[in-house]
């Protein structure tokens, strides 16, 4: 069965910190992969996603994910958090179906 | 100017009662789910809707049900609500139908069911 395990419920940075949180899936085939976040009392919302090509896909507020075939990885960076990065991140994976499999959450908390 | 809203943000019942939430979109999208989301869980297909007439049930649709009024509308009902379906709740569109699709989410609405 298709599944996104998400190995950091909770991380704590202090700004500036640089962040990785990880993200592994379980599917041989084709992957199309997203991160959402949530930030406090806002919507879910798309922070960036691969389906193809290069494997180091940058999206919104400097947030980046490279999505290594090898190790059935996703994981999300930044090179420095700021305070208004503390949010739920999602991991999520569709392959090719209706569904999107949604991970368990990371809660970030970025101290100022 | 928010694209998907739900109704109520938050709600309190009791263990027995019905109660349904409301999801509407002004986004034009014809696809629309319904999610929960519990702690160390994350979110959850309760149900789906492709258009009006197509309503399909997700991996957790047990105690619940839907109706799609209108490509704009689409609402779930708890039948019987019991306590372990204290949960935040999700309404989310997405337009195209393919793998790589965005979704987009309502501002969800927190259920406590005593």
């Known amino acids: 069965a298709q599944s996104v395990s998400q190995h950091n419920h909770h991380v704590i940075l202090s700004e500036a910190a640089s962040l990785e949180l990880g993200c592994n899936y379980s599917y041989g085939g084709t992957v199309n992969l997203f991160w959402y976040v949530q930030y406090p009392g806002q919507h879910l919302q798309l922070l960036l996603k691969?389906?193809?090509?290069?494997?180091l896909v940058k999206g919104i507020k400097g947030f980046e994910a490279e999505f290594i075939k090898s190790k059935f990885s996703f994981n999300l960076r930044k090179p420095s958090v700021q305070w208004s990065d503390t949010a739920e991140y999602f991991c999520?994976?569709?392959?090719?179906?209706?569904?999107?499999?949604f991970g368990a959450g990371t809660r970030l908390f970025v101290k100022a | 100017d928010a694209d998907v809203t739900q109704t109520p943000r938050n709600r309190i019942t009791k263990t027995g009662k019905r109660i349904m939430l409301e999801c509407s979109q002004t986004k034009g999208h014809d696809r629309m789910y319904w999610y929960r989301q519990d702690p160390g869980l994350g979110l959850r297909l309760i149900y789906y809707s492709f258009d009006v007439k197509d309503i399909n049930k997700g991996e957790i649709s047990d105690g619940y049900s839907v109706s799609r009024q209108a490509q704009a509308k689409f609402s779930l009902s708890l039948e019987s609500a019991i306590p372990n379906q204290t949960a935040l709740y999700f309404c989310a569109t997405s337009d195209s139908g393919t793998p790589q699709e965005t979704q987009y989410f309502g501002p969800g609405t927190r259920l406590l069911v005593l």
């Open positions: 999520a994976l569709n392959t090719g179906g209706f569904k999107t499999i």
């Open positions: 691969y389906f193809s090509g290069d494997p």
